[in-house]
């Protein structure tokens, strides 16, 4: 979580030009100290249950994957893809403290999960 900070607060001090004028392009960083109460919290008092929707799209992703394979003779999704997105999704719903997670928190996983995907090809072809 450290780095994630250190990321913000670089990201705090770079400005975006917008017409003439500069305009900061994020808000004041969350404190290390409360980023971390909030991340205990979350991890100690929310624990967000599937709902059916997200569960069949979670299950319709990694089908979708695994086809995707299928024309190239190889394995495109394995199960441990599967947890990863499960985890990714269950973690986006506890930054809401959300009791559920929700097709938006899976769609975003599958996202993730894509780009993740796409940026270890390029580097595997450079």
């Not at 100290?33 to 997200?54: G, N, S």
Request: hydrophobic fraction near 40%.
């Amino acid at each position: 979580m450290a780095a994630l900070h250190a990321i913000q607060a670089k990201q705090q001090s770079l400005e975006c030009s917008v017409g003439q004028q500069q305009h900061s392009c994020l808000q004041a960083v969350i404190p290390l100290e409360k980023l971390r109460d909030f991340i205990a919290f979350a991890r100690a008092r929310c624990q967000p249950d599937l709902t059916d929707e997200a569960a069949q799209d979670l299950v319709n992703a990694y089908q979708t994957m695994r086809h995707q394979g299928i024309g190239r003779n190889t394995i495109t999704a394995t199960p441990r893809q599967l947890e990863s997105m499960i985890r990714l999704s269950e973690a986006l719903a506890r930054m809401r403290l959300s009791p559920s997670v929700e097709r938006h928190d899976v769609a975003e996983a599958v996202r993730l999960m894509k780009v993740s995907s796409c940026d270890q090809c390029c580097l595997v072809r450079h």
